[in-house]
Nanobody, 121 residues
Framework: QVQLVESGGGLVQAGGSLRLSCAAS????????MGWYRQVPGMQRELVAT???????KYADSVKGRFTISRDNPKNTVYLEMNSLKSEDTAVYYC???????????????WGQGTQVTVSA
């Protein structure tokens, strides 16, 4: 079994900062890509940022220059530092992991339960 557990969401004023964390645990062989997606009611889940095990990063245009993704490979943990937050960043943020289980050559996508980020104007 694999679990992705997020923490760090909450309420913040516009212009403020928050840091999200997500730890992958359980029966893991390798954790390739980790990242963050977000979703608002009635909208599709969208990419925020991803990072590979070799620390290659990818960001949505809307967060470039404001958000920074990082990871701690030995801890299988990914972080999202969010600065200069805007009201449009309000969403449920989901942790994502592309993970290979032991005794398997195939990778699977796993998701956390989501953490609410609310930015007040």
């Amino acid at each position: 079994q694999v679990q992705l557990v997020e923490s760090g969401g909450g309420l913040v004023q516009a212009g403020g900062s928050l840091r999200l964390s997500c730890a992958a645990s359980g029966s893991l062989a390798t954790v390739n890509i980790m990242g963050w997606y977000r979703q608002v009611p009635g909208m599709q889940r969208e990419l925020v940022a991803t990072i590979t095990s070799f620390y290659s990063t990818k960001y949505a245009d809307s967060v470039k220059g404001r958000f920074t993704i990082s990871r701690d490979n030995p801890k299988n943990t990914v972080y999202l530092e969010m600065n200069s937050l805007k009201s449009e960043d309000t969403a449920v943020y989901y942790c994502y992991g592309r993970i290979r289980r032991p005794w398997s050559v195939q990778e699977y996508d796993y998701w956390g339960q989501g953490t609410q980020v609310t930015v007040s104007a």
